[in-house]
């Protein structure tokens, strides 16, 4: 069972993300953004950075990478895809998911622990999670206000594509809950195939207690005892 | 014809006498590139000249120590075969001039200099000062520099787990910006700064050289009056992505064998990456111009060698093994090209074009460079300003006192920035920020790192000789408090004008405490920098030494924070009460006074005291443990209940000092050191004073913890009653109200 973690330069939780489904039981390889095969991997993860040092516009540039014709390839085939914070603007610069990134709310770079709510169960990296359950994850970004226009957001709506959401201490999605600016302070979304997931907050740096959070071992223990199951199957 | 005359000499940062040694070292007139290799390599900044004489005095050896002072960083043995590499760095004029970018090089600066070591980054803190947060300037250097920290540090992915930030009129014209970078790498693989073995090839690989930061070092070794915003162009911009594939390949290079050597081009750049390394190793290098990658066309050697464009390495390469190291850098989009070679003897050669420009040995640039006994003369001042004389004041209310001190930006919660700091990236950071001193895991090991960096000027000012002792002192105990050992020190000594007597007097006498507290705590300096003539129209800082101390936790998993844990705890101090207010923020905020001695320490206690806190922390005696430091007992106490999800306290601290109207607040906010509170199971209470009456550390129980307020009484006396949530509240939101008051920037990186 092997998860591929895709490098590009820039990447700089790609280790980490490496680290996180080891820890969750999985294996990982790391796979360099020139390559261009993914190998027996069956699922893929675009990590958290700055991929091409974000100058253009964050993601821009890393959707060329020959890898992401591997990854959308994969993706077609209905194979598990999670785009962590860069990754996620990744994914949506390269049409994989709709929306863009703008810049934070504040202006500034947001770095803290925060409540993101689980809002749909049925995702290869949220299966094991209970629809309205809080996980609290770790955010660190300058831009992750994502938006849409108002017909693609309410289709992510209609279609509970809207996977996470920022929520405030009593698990509202209110304004103050929010730490970024994200409409309807959506978190994280998924495609219409439900297989190709992008989020902002990082899971991966929340899957030991020491780290000041577990939270996140969710999704990827979601994502090893679904790919358990489709090997058994 | 000369060329050099005195105008181009003061050009040139160099003195009459200065230059009459260079004549006899060289044995001949310089030309004029020459002379520039000499300005930048004998600025203050590169060759350590005022400083050199004093440094020496350091306790830099000890049974843990790999590598001492004098390498790109110091390193320290962690067992297991692995190495702590660690140093601190100051960027502190360029921060002034421009501080997104000047904070942000000052990042990449000393991150290169862990990595250079074979090192892999895990960490960053800074200590940083800034004028009192009323006026705009402040407010503008204090929002530039967070971002400058927080944009270099996050795009290349290396968290910033801690630091400290005071905020002080004395900063106003002069902020100070250092920089710590933590690494860890495997004995065997430290590798250094040296150029050996005639015939080897020299390689330059990362960003274009441009003329940017041309004499940024002679800069960094002058004054500050009002025309230094014209030195702008001196100031280098920074590239964090260029400096994290840097990283990365030079990381894989370094794991084939094939380097002999490698340095970063910081301060001086190409100057003093090819002299230092040839006179570390004992060789000479030939080296044309012609072959380093520029960015502008129509660039002179004198430019080349001088300038100080960020993001680039220099790299001895074992000959034949080339195509190896190209291959590597050529993977991540880097074009290492090779532009010289080493040579037998001592010249350093300098072509343009194959005709022969600069050659000089290289020696004469780095062990050559002067030394100076520079005059030391105690300020006629330094009396009258440890004079304090409370008879002529009113005591403050104890209550008023504590909720000013509390949202004074010095004290109030850093969280305004370092929420803009990446600082879980790498999943090691094992202790949340603001909690207690950085603490990260080392990953494969049971082992934690804890770093903690301090230094208070006040002190600095007033006593700087027991300031250098403090600064030692109280970053030991921090790192003592997450339950680590101190087992290695670096320090960044800010000061002002050393050619003034009563500077190289204060510098002297802090640097004569820094060795005093390190020998007696067991702390070797391993590394360090000096940043001198931190002044601005004539006015300098306070003597600021920053004391980054490196400790060693067996194990991480047992950290232990400055928070309560639970209700009901035994609240102890361990450590005297001297109820000193000289110097103290309490007399700063509620008096407007800098005034008295510095806190007295005794060096024997303060050892003893952090050898228990250590090992009842070990043993896991403690649910929680913080130091007292600026606001005294009183802000430590509302500190351990802060973040804690509102565990109130309630004390009653012995009457400590002279009897009188001061009394209360002199207990509750002198600033006495050597002293932790810690909270304790009440199961437990017996076994924690058994162990500190048997190590002869003084034991107080002053209260327990519990409901949700603050109430701290003194000999009985009830002073301060509180809520924990309005406490709180003032605390973690004060900077960011003061920092509110106006429109933001649009300066910083993105993701």
Redesign the interface.
């Known amino acids: 069972m092997t998860v591929a973690v895709v490098v590009f330069?820039?990447?700089?939780?790609d280790v980490?993300a490496q680290?996180?489904v080891r820890v969750a039981g999985a294996e990982a390889t790391l796979v360099?953004h020139?390559d261009t095969d993914l190998g027996d991997a069956q699922a893929v993860i675009l990590p958290?950075?700055?991929a091409?040092?974000?100058?253009l516009r964050?993601g821009a540039i890393a959707r060329f990478s020959p890898i992401m014709s591997a990854v959308r390839a994969f993706a077609d085939r209905g194979g598990p895809v999670l785009g962590i914070?860069?990754g996620f603007?990744v994914l949506l610069e390269a049409g994989l998911l709709p929306g863009a990134m703008v810049?934070n709310r504040?202006?500034?770079?947001?770095?803290?622990?925060v409540p993101v709510r689980v809002e749909q169960a049925d995702t290869p990296f949220t299966a094991g999670c209970r629809q309205g359950q809080v996980l609290h994850l770790?955010i660190?970004?300058?831009?992750?206000n994502f938006t849409a226009d108002a017909d693609t957001i309410a289709a992510l709506e209609a279609n509970r594509q809207v996977i996470f959401r920022y929520v405030d201490a009593d698990g509202e999605a209110s304004a103050p809950g929010n730490p970024n600016g994200s409409v309807h302070n959506i978190a994280g979304i998924c495609n219409a195939t439900r297989n190709v997931v992008g989020l902002m907050p990082?899971p991966?740096?929340a899957?030991?207690a020491?780290?000041?959070s577990a939270d996140g071992l969710a999704l990827l223990s979601s994502l090893v005892h679904h790919l358990g199951a489709s090997s058994s199957r | 014809m000369s060329v050099i005359d005195a105008a181009v000499l003061e050009r040139h940062g160099l003195k009459p006498d200065e230059y009459a040694r260079i004549l006899e070292l060289m044995g001949r007139e310089p030309n004029l590139l020459e002379l520039g290799l000499f300005s930048v390599m004998w600025s203050e900044h590169c060759s350590y000249k005022s400083s050199r004489v004093h440094l020496k005095t350091l306790p830099t050896t000890g049974p843990r120590v790999v590598q001492g002072p004098g390498e790109n960083a110091g390193a320290v043995d962690i067992g297991d075969g692995l190495c702590a590499v660690f140093k601190i760095e100051s960027h502190n004029h360029p921060s002034f001039i421009e501080p997104y970018q000047g904070a942000a090089t000052g990042v990449g600066g000393i991150i290169r200099d862990i990595f250079t070591m074979g090192a892999r980054p895990i960490g960053l803190l800074n200590a940083l000062r800034f004028g009192a947060l009323d006026t705009a300037l402040a407010r503008r250097i204090f929002e530039g520099v967070v971002a400058g920290v927080g944009g270099y540090g996050n795009s290349i992915g290396i968290p910033t787990i801690g630091g400290e930030i005071v905020f002080d009129a004395a900063y106003a014209g002069n902020p100070l910006v250092n920089v710590l970078c933590l690494g860890t790498a495997h004995r065997r693989d430290i590798i250094k700064g040296a150029a050996r073995g005639a015939g080897n090839p020299v390689f330059y690989v990362g960003a274009r050289t441009g003329r940017d930061g041309i004499h940024g070092a002679t800069m960094a070794s002058a004054e500050f009056d009002e025309s230094s915003a014209e030195k702008r162009p001196a100031v280098q911009v920074g590239d964090p992505f260029m400096e994290k594939l840097l990283m990365e390949a030079c990381l894989e290079v370094m794991q084939t064998g094939a380097l002999v050597g490698i340095q970063d081009m910081g301060a001086a750049g190409l100057s003093c990456a090819t002299s230092e390394m040839g006179s570390r190793g004992g060789h000479g290098m030939d080296v044309d111009v012609m072959h380093v990658p520029q960015r502008e066309s129509g660039m002179t050697p004198y430019e080349i060698m001088l300038s100080e464009s960020q993001e680039r390495m220099l790299m001895v390469v074992h000959r034949g093994r080339e195509a190896e190291v190209e291959a590597i850098f050529r993977k991540w989009d880097l074009h290492a090209v090779q532009v010289g070679v080493v040579t037998e003897g001592d010249r350093l050669r300098i072509f343009d074009h194959g005709t022969l420009v600069a050659d000089l040995p290289n020696r004469a640039l780095t062990d050559e460079a002067p030394v100076y006994h520079r005059p030391m003369q105690r300020p006629s001042w330094q009396d009258e300003v440890q004079q304090l004389d409370l008879s002529a004041l009113a005591p403050a209310p104890a209550a008023a006192a504590f909720d000013t001190l509390l949202v004074t930006p010095t004290i109030a919660s850093k969280r305004w920035a370092y929420q803009q700091y990446d600082h879980s990236v790498g999943t090691n950071t094992i202790a949340q920020p603001g909690l207690t001193a950085a603490v990260a895991r080392v990953k494969g090991t049971p082992v934690g790192l804890a770093v903690s960096v301090d230094g208070n000027g006040r002190y600095g000012y007033l006593n700087p000789h027991r300031g250098g002792m403090l600064a030692v002192a109280e970053a030991a105990r921090n790192v003592a408090c997450t339950g680590a050992t101190p087992i290695g020190a670096t320090n960044n000594l800010n000061f002002g004008n050393p050619e003034r007597p009563e500077i190289m007097w204060q510098f002297g006498e802090a640097v004569r405490g820094i060795g005093d507290a390190c020998r007696a705590l067991e702390v070797p300096i391993t590394g360090g920098n000096v940043s001198l003539y931190n002044e601005t129209e004539g006015r300098a800082i306070y003597p600021t030494p920053v004391l980054g101390v490196l400790g060693l936790l067996e194990q991480a998993d047992r950290v232990c924070t400055r928070t309560f844990k639970q209700a009901g705890d035994v609240v102890m101090v361990l450590g005297d009460n001297l109820a000193e207010l000289g110097g103290s923020e309490y007399l700063a905020q509620m008096h407007g006074l800098v005034r008295g001695d510095a806190p007295a320490l005794d060096l024997a206690a303060e050892r003893a005291l952090q050898q228990l806190v250590v090992r009842l922390i070990g043993d896991g005696l403690l649910h929680s443990a913080h130091d007292c430091a600026e606001g005294g007992i009183a802000v430590t106490l509302a500190e351990c209940t802060f973040d804690s999800g509102g565990i109130g306290v309630t004390a009653d601290l012995p009457a400590a000092g002279a009897p009188g109207a001061f009394q209360p607040v002199a207990t509750l906010f002198g600033e006495s050191a050597s002293r932790i509170v810690v909270s304790v199971a009440p199961g437990q209470a017996d076994a924690v004073r058994a162990a500190a009456r048997e190590a002869g550390v003084p034991v107080t129980v002053i209260g327990s913890t519990g409901g949700r307020v603050i109430a701290l009484a003194v000999g009985g006396q009830p002073q301060v009653h509180r809520e924990v949530a309005a406490a709180e509240a003032a605390w973690a939101t004060a900077i960011g109200d003061r920092m509110r008051r106006r429109p933001p920037t649009r300066e910083g990186a993105t993701e």
């Open positions: 330069p820039g990447s700089n939780s980490d680290h996180a360099w020139k958290g950075g700055f091409h040092g974000d100058y964050t914070c860069n603007q810049r504040d202006i500034k770079f947001v770095s803290r622990l770790p660190a970004h300058g831009e992750g990082h991966e740096r899957c030991e020491a780290l000041g």
